[in-house]
């Protein structure tokens, strides 16, 4: 099996934007969007991950059954998710328990 040759370059450049997206990671920590935080959290790690799967893992290479596994993993990793969250979304049917109380009888004689 022939693999392709990547220069070096691109590999140095991949990884200087990996640096610089770490950076603006730590640079949106320290800015107050309100709930906007942690979609743009999301949204560069995303583009984190997928430099690494495209270079780094050599999927940008790779033939039709890498990707056919990759899309497969990422819709299980949403199936996944989606049954977290659904039973996360379900829970607030649970009562709350009470506060403990002090004046209550003692059940032991």
């Given at each position: 099996m022939s693999h392709p040759i990547v220069p070096q370059k691109t590999y140095v450049m991949v990884f200087a934007?990996?640096?610089?997206l770490t950076i603006l990671t730590t640079g949106v920590a320290f800015i107050d969007l309100g709930p906007?935080?942690?979609v743009a959290a999301l949204v560069i790690a995303f583009a984190k991950m997928m430099l690494v799967i495209l270079f780094?893992?050599?999927v940008r290479h790779s033939g039709g059954l890498v990707r056919v596994i990759l899309v497969a993993s990422f819709f299980w990793l949403?199936?996944?998710?989606?049954?977290v969250m659904s039973d996360y979304r379900t829970r607030s049917w649970t009562?709350?328990?009470d506060a403990w109380s002090t004046t209550?009888?003692?059940t032991h004689p």
């Open positions: 934007a990996l640096i610089c906007m935080n942690t780094f893992m050599g949403i199936l996944l998710m989606a049954f009562p709350a328990p209550a009888p003692p």
